[in-house]
């Protein structure tokens, strides 16, 4: 609970979630915000912001406006789905791999650093390519099975150092199955490395569905960032003049990446207290500069 | 009486917090002669540590010494020093060995290198003649010139803390502040080091002041003790007298709270 | 030396692993493996040709040992096929080609952020809770949290079209013949502005963090507290007793932040129309070129693990800690 109270009284950590309730707002009440359908053509190819086309229009007169707050509802599904399930394996696994050790560590740990040296994006494509044009669920789905190797090693390691613990060892004591020692000496003392391994997992899987479907791997009829930024570069809009039909949806993406990262950043800061900066030394530097006293 | 090596009066240093400040030093003051061995006591967050880090004025923010505090080195205002008198005066006049003795070394740089930065900060040194003078120093706490060119995880923890003790005299300071220096090492190697420094005082005359929070150890090695508690210095007194007629109810408790110690001497005359 | 040798058995399992799975997975799809490989060949290639393919990916009349044994040959022999969309260029000379203009990209940017970054976070580090620090540590959290895909299109955008500053694509004037010759590398300096600079901003604010915080993590320690007592110069101690050390795990993590550096140099060379592997690799799924498709993963793994064994071998140099074990 703590870990929460000082999520709320850290600056950079209330920025990121009202960035991020702003675009989950955003994604549930889309309807309300639009008049339009983002899949109907509305106007003609093209047109340039204006009041009935806040954004314009695409080439094919689809509202940017409207796909872009639907667009919202993938980019967060996918986003939080993905890294769930990445969160998820990375976290069972590392906590097996440290706290049982041995051979079922040393196999962990050999796949773990197998897949950390496979370059993670070609991978992908070669995945995505066979399989055609990916949903978004799909893509979630190759997310979460792949890019689980990073959430390992940090649990992992974080693991070893907590096995040696005294309540864990007087938990062994007592005769208590590994599998509880597990869930409840050792997994509360990861929640600021789940936490961050969540968040780093859920920017991820937003910069990798946008960047799959950038670049022609998804499926061209989902209304999602990344099919907008695909349609908006197969119709030349930057060439043809059509700025906003590029840049909406990279200010999106942006805006959703800084939220999550300023998250992420305040997370550390509080499970890391040495990278803390905040109000005590604001008030250091006053004191100092008022002849308070000195180092 | 000669002057002090040491004087600090009324010193208060405060850890700065976020809304409350954490007031980790209270008006302490004592004094240190030429050549004395003085140890400071107390529970472990009691603020030794911070006096002793305040001497050369290691802290960093949010640490705070207040205004009103004064720390007298041979007679010289620490306090006052502008950055570039503060980095020549650190080590010429107080050297200082830190808690850990794995730690203390830099890990990716030789026991030379380590000899010779500090050689060089402080005078005009060739590296040659470095070398010589380092080789001298080691030879002062037993260990090998072999040993100059060694990284440090190449030396047991003894040796590193007796590396750490030669390069302390490099400039033959003043006075040598140990903070812990032996909590990481067995009893053995602690004895060893403590009879050592015990010698080279004789040898080469400067003051120790001594930190730890184990009172047993303090009384065999000390000439004078201080006890602090809060950050409060509750009682200063020549060993002897901590050892046996305790003045202060919490020295009598610290006492109590202690197994009683049947080791042999360190230095002859610590208590008759 | 065992270290290495370690290393080195690692990195040649990644690969056949890296291997295994395209051999594996045109066989676990639904359907006929061959077709799905080769469909978009239509009945442009004579059979000949067409059983030449097969046999370089194991589509022989075998047990699925025998097949999975002929695909590595042909792997470590170097040959990954040839490209169905510029038949009969093996897809080994396509991307070779192309390999050149990305590590010339990704090799010069990679070290510029790596030094640049490095450098700032020490920086940073050192003059923590200064306001350098927190205008460092935002910038480098926000240029370390947008999509690769975000900033190249909006420096195009930017300096592409709406300044005109620099060229909107290709790695040279396609009409100059390549040479060693002043106007040819000036062009080549000028086309390779823009996404060097993308590259640049996307890594360098990762760099920045890492190197940050391992910094700040090392401050405490006794041997730079013990650096400040003995009187070393303000910039001994930052760089050779904070810096240096923290450096070690900065370079370790610079391995597993590789793979983060080829995947935004593909999307950079597609947005740039740059003729690296990125954009190889983009026109092959377009035309659903599966060798092509299928080679650039054994390439770009080769690349990684080539870079992860350079980075490997620096920290033996960087730690000597490692040289006697």
Same mark, same amino acid.
């Given at each position: 609970?703590?870990? *929460? ?23 549930? *009440? ?49 986003? *939080? ?36 040296? #496979? ?32 959430? #390992?090693? #940090? ?21 208590? !199955? ?9 997994? !509360? ?14 920017? *991820? ?49 942006? #805006? ?40 | ?12 240093? /405060? ?207 000390? /000439? ?49 | ?44 290639? $004579? ?65 510029? $952020? ?72 000036? $062009? ?64 370790? $993590? ?72």
């Amino acid at each position: 609970m703590t870990i *929460f109270r000082q999520l709320l009284s850290n600056k950079k950590a209330m920025v990121g979630i009202t960035i991020l309730l702003i675009v989950v707002l955003v994604a549930i *009440f889309a309807p309300f915000l639009t008049e339009y359908s983002p899949v109907k053509r509305v106007g003609r190819p093209h047109q340039a912001p204006s009041w009935e086309h806040w954004l314009g229009t695409t080439r094919l007169g689809h509202d940017v406006f409207a796909r872009l707050v639907y667009g919202a509802r993938v980019s967060l599904a996918v986003g *939080f789905g993905a890294g769930l399930a990445i969160t998820l394996i990375g976290t069972v696994l590392g906590i097996i791999a440290g706290y049982k050790g041995g051979v079922v560590d040393e196999v962990i740990n050999f796949f773990t650093n197998m897949v950390l040296v #496979v370059p993670n994006l070609p991978l992908l494509l070669v995945l995505a390519a066979f399989i055609g044009q990916a949903s978004p669920l799909v893509i979630a789905v190759i997310l979460g099975l792949t890019s689980w190797a990073w959430g #390992v090693r #940090v649990t992992r390691s974080e693991t070893l150092s907590i096995r040696q613990r005294d309540y864990v060892k007087s938990a062994e004591m007592l005769g208590e !199955p590994s599998w509880r020692i597990m869930a409840f000496e050792i997994f !509360p003392n990861l929640i600021s490395i789940v936490g961050i391994n969540f968040i780093g997992s859920v920017i *991820f899987a937003v910069i990798t569905e946008a960047t799959l479907e950038f670049l022609g791997l998804g499926d061209p009829n989902t209304v999602s960032w990344g099919i907008m930024l695909y349609n908006a570069q197969n119709a030349s809009a930057l060439s043809v003049g059509a700025w906003w039909d590029l840049l909406a949806p990279c200010f999106a993406l942006a #805006v959703l990446g800084l939220g999550l990262a300023l998250i992420n950043f305040a997370i550390d800061e509080i499970a890391n207290p040495r990278l803390r900066t905040g109000g005590m030394l604001n008030r250091w530097t006053r004191m100092v500069r008022i002849g308070e006293g000195k180092l | 009486m000669t002057d002090p090596v040491l004087s600090i009066r009324n010193l208060n240093i /405060d850890y700065i917090g976020a809304e409350k400040d954490f007031h980790a030093v209270k008006d302490v003051s004592f004094d240190i002669a030429p050549g004395e061995f003085f140890g400071l006591a107390g529970e472990s967050g009691c603020g030794k540590s911070t006096i002793a880090f305040a001497v050369s004025r290691l802290h960093r923010p949010p640490a705070l010494i207040r205004k009103g505090s004064q720390i007298l080195v041979g007679g010289r205002d620490v306090l006052a020093l502008t950055d570039d008198e503060l980095r020549r005066f650190r080590w010429r006049e107080v050297a200082m060995v830190f808690q850990s003795a794995m730690n203390s070394l830099n890990p990716v740089l030789t026991i030379e290198t380590q000899f010779y930065d500090v050689l060089k900060a402080h005078s005009r040194i060739s590296r040659a003649e470095a070398r010589t003078r380092a080789a001298e120093l080691l030879k002062l706490v037993d260990i090998s010139p072999d040993r100059l060119s060694s990284y440090p995880h190449q030396c047991s923890g003894g040796m590193r803390q007796r590396i750490v003790i030669a390069i302390c005299l490099a400039l033959n300071p003043k006075l040598l502040i140990m903070d812990e220096p032996t909590t990481a090492l067995d009893v053995v190697v602690q004895r060893e080091i403590l009879q050592r420094i015990d010698v080279l005082r004789k040898e080469l005359g400067f003051s120790v002041l001594f930190i730890t929070h184990d009172l047993g150890l303090m009384v065999q090695v000390s /000439d004078r003790i201080g006890i602090m508690l809060e950050g409060e210095l509750v009682e200063v007194n020549d060993a002897q007298t901590i050892y046996r007629t305790p003045q202060h109810a919490y020295t009598k408790r610290l006492w109590a709270s202690m197994p009683k110690l049947h080791g042999e001497q360190i230095r002859e005359g610590a208590q008759s | 030396m065992t270290f290495l040798l370690r290393r080195l058995a690692f990195y040649l399992a990644a690969f056949i692993a890296a291997a295994t799975v395209n051999f594996f997975l045109p066989r676990l799809m639904p359907g006929d493996p061959i077709q799905i490989m080769f469909a978009s060949a239509g009945s442009e290639l $004579s059979l000949e040709n067409l059983n030449a393919l097969k046999l370089t990916f194991g589509f022989i009349d075998a047990p699925l040992g025998e097949q999975y044994l002929r695909y590595l040959q042909s792997v470590f022999t170097g040959d990954l096929g040839r490209s169905i969309k510029y038949f009969p260029l093996p897809v080994t000379e396509l991307l070779g080609r192309a390999l050149v203009w990305t590590l010339g990209l990704v090799g010069i940017a990679t070290l510029f $952020s790596f030094c640049l970054g490095t450098f700032l976070g020490v920086m940073a580090a050192w003059r923590r809770g200064t306001i350098f620090d927190s205008i460092v540590s935002l910038t480098a959290i926000f240029s370390s949290s947008v999509p690769a895909v975000v900033v190249s299109l909006i420096m195009l955008f930017l300096f592409g079209y709406q300044l005109g500053w620099f060229p909107n694509g290709y790695a040279a004037d396609p009409l100059l013949d390549p040479g060693f010759n002043w106007t040819y590398i000036s $062009s080549v300096l000028h086309h390779g502005t823009l996404p060097m600079l993308t590259m640049v901003i996307v890594l360098t604010g990762g760099f920045a963090v890492t190197m940050r915080n391992n910094m700040i993590n090392l401050l405490g320690e006794d041997y730079i507290v013990m650096g400040r007592a003995k009187g070393l110069a303000d910039n001994r101690v930052m760089l050779w007793y904070a810096a240096r050390n923290a450096l070690l795990p900065t370079v370790s $993590s610079l391995a597993i932040a590789l793979g983060t550096v080829l995947g935004g140099s593909l999307v950079t060379e597609v947005v740039f129309n740059y003729p690296g592997l990125g954009n190889t690799l983009y026109q092959a799924i377009i035309a659903r070129d599966y060798p092509v498709i299928q080679g650039q993963l054994l390439i770009m793994t080769a690349a990684m693990l080539i870079a992860n064994f350079a980075v490997d071998l620096s920290y033996v140099l960087l730690d000597p800690r490692l040289k006697k074990a």
